[in-house]
């Protein structure tokens, strides 16, 4: 795993590896490929491999992300996340603060409402996204 790296919030400036980056949009624009395709297949691999993980998945925004991880967990489309450690989830916007709350490897408990009507708890430990290390594509 590699270390962390502190990333300030929406500081799209170009850095170091700009010409790294340049080349990748180019190639998505030659290649035409806007969704999925071989760029995403190779940042998915390289994530993988940089954060210790067996795979990786890309996806279009953070909302995409906590649903992938819901139906990991068993959480499915018509279940409802009723309280996340203690507190009430009103929409998906209240889940995703109260989940950035807390820091990486600490638990929290969350209530889920089944679409049949019974309710669950969970203990879950959130865990840390680590940012893979820019490499320069061939």
């Not at 980056?21 to 180019?26: C, F, G, K, S, Y």
């Not at 089944?114 to 290390?133: A, I």
């Amino acid at each position: 795993m590699t270390d962390s790296v502190k990333v300030p919030f929406l500081d799209l400036r170009l850095r170091e590896d700009a010409g790294a980056v340049r080349e990748a949009i180019a190639r998505v624009i030659a290649r035409g490929w806007y969704v999925l395709g071989p760029e995403v297949d190779g940042f998915e691999s390289e994530f993988a491999a940089a954060s210790g993980a067996r795979f990786a998945i890309g996806t279009g925004n953070g909302t995409d992300a906590i649903t992938l991880m819901l139906r990991a967990a068993g959480i499915a489309a018509g279940d409802v996340i009723t309280k996340f450690d203690g507190q009430a989830v009103d929409s998906s916007d209240t889940l995703g603060q109260l989940i950035l709350s807390n820091a990486p490897g600490e638990t929290a408990t969350v209530t889920v409402i089944h679409s049949g009507g019974e309710s669950q708890t969970y203990d879950v430990t959130l865990g840390v996204r680590p940012l893979p290390t820019p490499t320069a594509s061939p």
